[in-house]
Structure formats: structure tokens, C-alpha cells
């Protein structure tokens, strides 16, 4: 399975951005998709997660402001983030699981850069 990121840019505190995941290769395997991201000095975190049914988990610190969905014809994952901060700021990145938790491949990261 192959993962591919899209999406991210440069956005004003407040403005909005959609990131899109397309997964090619065997993605009859794919139980879950969703998104890490990653911000300088920091870990890698979960943003959120989707399952094929559409069951979803997020981040508390995303709750309210960001939507990830998933169009399982297209094997393509979104997230949606609105009144975005400076704090949002980070590497974005895809990833998909075989089961309904995990992560077992992973898609380049996207920039997310929000400023003040």
C-alpha cells in the first residue's frame, strides 16, 4: 500500500485547509486511515482516525475544528481543518492500518504552516 499526501500550505490563523490521503496498492487490506502530525521538538501525534464504517477518533485538541472523512470507492482519506492556529503549525501526515487501530503504512508528510 502506498500512501499519498496533499494538500497542505501556508494559511492565516482562523483560515481553513483540506489535506487528502490517496492510498494505491492492495487496499482491500485497509481497515483504518487517518492523521499524525508533528511539530518541530515535538513527537508525532494523532490528529485522527477513521475507520471503513466511518467510526471516528479525535485529537482533544482538534475536537470541534477538524473532520476527517473517508470515500472508500476512492480509497481516499480527508481532513478538514477550519479556524486553524498557529499551533496547528506542523508536518502532517497520513497513515492506514490493516486492523481497526493500527498503523501499518505510512504516506510522506505535508506542510501545515499557519501564521499569526
Known amino acids: 500500500v502506498q500512501l499519498q499526501a496533499s494538500g497542505g500550505g501556508l494559511v492565516q490563523a482562523g483560515g481553513s485547509l483540506r489535506l487528502s490521503c490517496a492510498a494505491s496498492?492492495?487496499?482491500?487490506?485497509?481497515?483504518?486511515m487517518g492523521w499524525y502530525r508533528q511539530a518541530p521538538g515535538n513527537q508525532r501525534e494523532l490528529v485522527a482516525k477513521?475507520?471503513?464504517?466511518?467510526?471516528?477518533n479525535y485529537a482533544d485538541s482538534v475536537k470541534g475544528r477538524v473532520t476527517i472523512s473517508i470515500d472508500n470507492a476512492k480509497n481516499t482519506e480527508y481532513l478538514q481543518m477550519d479556524s486553524l492556529k498557529p499551533e496547528d503549525t506542523a508536518i502532517y501526515y497520513c497513515a492506514a492500518g490493516r486492523g481497526l487501530y493500527g498503523n501499518d503504512y505510512w504516506g510522506q508528510g505535508t506542510l501545515v504552516t499557519v501564521s499569526s
Open positions: 477513521i475507520t471503513r464504517r466511518g467510526s471516528t
Open positions: 496498492g492492495t487496499t482491500f487490506s485497509i481497515n483504518n
